[in-house]
């Protein structure tokens, strides 16, 4: 079965019951049906070959987006903090692209291009609805389920919490932008079953306070995605819900959401910190059934009948991005890795986040590692600073989430452990570090500060 | 009037900012470095300075800095009835 066919099944069984939740008022499977069939049948919606969806996050925006799911017709989500040259350049792409192709596609996402010019990653109603299919084998969902949704539309696991919820007569709750990180209280005080979040959303709301052990005891489920998972965050996760499966995805949007995943079992999390090195970032796991995983020179490849058939107008990203071995195609995701027996994948990192400073080749990643011990905060950031107008590395600075964090104590511990080379040259404190609207660090914003600190 | 003044000084403290500067028509992002880590300062520093407690429901409804002062004296006046 399709998606839209699980869609229309769902509508019929389950009609009365609350689809979404949204701050705006709840509607109902049938007033959901209602109002995107009356979209649906708008000459404005038929003769269009795709719609953008803004990124407000209203009632309305999650109309269109059943609607897009439920006629086969793509969706492009965008974002309010993208600028108007960044919208103007989707627009362009998506109008370049031909009718025939966008009558495939479920859904284009655009993501930042190392150019600066915003990616176009298409993934079409099959591989939408193979993905969907399986993720209902691995974490079922019933129409007693509240599904907190965290991510906005221009991040593709936004796609999960709609689908899962809307094939299985679930209710998805929604709450604003703005109180994100409040979404503790919300999941309390609104009986929710089911977490979806970056695990940046925990470590935030945990260093507010808002993380106690037993706050969350409706959640029965826990999925994170979208970068690293520490150990000492799903730990403290744990401990504030305690009924919750608890498990790591991992995917580039390339690979339709999510190619692979961890469940973590819950006798990993005893002590207070790990000393497994391979679980100081839960694993990514092993790959998903109609996925393939391998490692080249370090770097994790990844083939799947789910990879995107390639950017949107961009061949020659394309050429960089993707290669045929052995007669099939494969994606570099740029994600270092490892295999270990008992756990599958582990992430190690970024590859391009790999630098050379006076000769010496660093792995961002282990300096992180080391800070996050020292300082005893997760929330780090270690970044190549400042670049020569030759483009060389000429020092490294730290960033530590924690205004009140010593750092003398934090550098004479990193001397210990570090060669003198990773040491960062310069330390900043800071109340939390800057994430981009997706929810992971942002590091320009980070050059940025340590512009500002060291000028 | 006293709620407001209360409200600007949280914002200035959030801020680390003596001499901030709000109106009751701002929402997040009109300053810099107001984000959705700033907010769960702002509300939290709120409820603490004011001795109240938001409801989900209740956040829901605070958009601006006009929503916010509303809700706070709201709450306090309900509080101290």
Known sequence: MSLAEYLHAAIIEFSDYPALEHPDGTITYQELYQRALALIESPNFSSKPAHFIPGKGSIDEFVKVFSCLLAGKPYIPLNLKFPPERIHKISEGVSLASQDFLQSIAYIIFTSGSTGEPKGVPISSKQISNHIRFLQSVIPLTKSDRFLQLFDFSFDPSIVGMALSWINGATLYTIPTSHLLMATRYAQENEITVWHSVPSVVSLAAKAGLMTPNSLPHIRLAIFGGEALPYETIKIFSEAAPNARLLNFWGPTEGTISMSHFEIDRSLLKSEHTSDSALSVMPIGFPHPDVELDILEGELIAHSERLTCGYLNQPDLDEKAFFYRDGKRWYKTGDLATWDDRYGYLYLGRIDRQIKLKGYRIELQECESSLRKASSCNDVSVIAWPISTLGATEGLIGFIANPSTDITLIHNHLMQHLPHYMIPDKLIALEALPLTINGKVDYKALENIASEHLS | ?81
């Open chain 2, 1 to 81: 009037m006293i709620i407001e003044n209360q409200i600007l000084e949280v914002f200035r403290k959030v801020f680390n900012n003596p001499k901030l500067v709000i109106s009751s028509s701002m929402v997040t992002g009109d300053l810099p470095g107001w984000d959705s880590f700033k907010n769960v300062e702002i509300l939290l520093a709120c409820e603490a300075d004011f001795e109240i407690h938001f409801r989900s429901k209740e956040m829901d409804a605070i958009e601006s800095i006009g929503d916010l002062i509303e809700a706070c004296e709201a709450k306090y006046l309900a509080k101290n009835a």
